[in-house]
C-alpha cells in the first residue's frame, strides 16, 4: 500500500536551477526519509527528518517537514545533469522502525 | 559501487522453474529487506528480517520464499511464478533496530518470467 502521495510526477528543468519536489502522507509518522533511484539502479538514501525536526540540511538538499499538514519538501538547489533520477518520499511508521512505505515518486529531468 | 550485493542481475525463467535470488552485505548491518517493485512503480516492502529472524511478512504468496542464512546474506527462494511477478526485485540492509536507521540497497535483480 502506498502511504505518501507525492508531485509533481514529473519535472523538467535547466542546469542551476531549483527543483522542488512535495510529498504528503496519511498517518503519524516516526520520520521521514527522501530516496533517489537512477535509472536501472537501486535506491540511495538522502536525507532523514525524525518527526520531532522541521528542516534539515545536506549538501545542495533542504527538507522541509510539516506535521500538521502531514508534508515534506525536497529541495534541490542549483541542480546538475547528475540530478536526473526519479526522487521517492518514504515514511516510517513502524514501533521497530524497519518498515518504509514509500510514495509514488517524482521524475526529475535536468537539462544541459 | 553499492555495498549490497545482489545476484543475479537478470533473470529469466519458466512457471514451472525453481530459482533463487542472492543478496550479500558486509556493513555489518542486522536488519535485511526485500522489495518488489514494478516499472515506473515504487519499491512495496516483500519481507524484513531482524537480526536473521523473520520480523514482517507483507502477505507475500507463498511461491516467493524468504531465508537469512546469517547476517550478511539474504535469499529469496521462487517457485511456480506467475507473469505478474516479473519486476525489479530490490534487497536492502539497515541497522536495526529502532527508528530512523536509513536503509542501503543493492541495485536488484531483474525478473522475467515467460
Known sequence: ?????????????????NATMNCSYKTSINNLQ??????????????????NEREKHSGRLRVTLDTSKKSSSLLITASRAADTASYFCATDTSL?????VFGAGTILRVKS | DTEVT????HLVMGMTNKKSLKCEQHMGHRAMYW???????????????SYEKLSINESVPSRFSPECPNSSLLNLHLHALQPEDSAL????????????????FGDGTRLSIL
Not at chain 2, 545482489?6 to 542481475?9: R, S, V, Y
Request: proline letters at 9%.
Open chain 1, 1 to 17: 500500500s502506498q502511504q505518501g502521495e507525492e508531485d509533481p510526477q514529473a519535472l523538467s528543468i535547466q542546469e542551476g536551477e
Open chain 1, 34 to 51: 527522501w530516496y533517489r533511484q537512477n535509472s536501472g539502479r537501486g535506491l540511495v538514501h538522502l536525507i532523514l527528518i525524525r518527526s
Open chain 1, 96 to 100: 521497530y522502525g524497519n518498515k518504509l
Open chain 2, 6 to 9: 545482489q545476484t543475479p542481475k
Open chain 2, 35 to 49: 522489495y518488489k517493485q514494478k516499472a515506473k512503480k515504487p519499491p512495496e516492502l516483500m519481507f524484513v528480517y
Open chain 2, 89 to 104: 526485485y530490490l534487497c536492502a540492509s539497515s541497522h536495526p533496530p529502532g527508528v530512523g536507521q536509513p536503509q542501503h
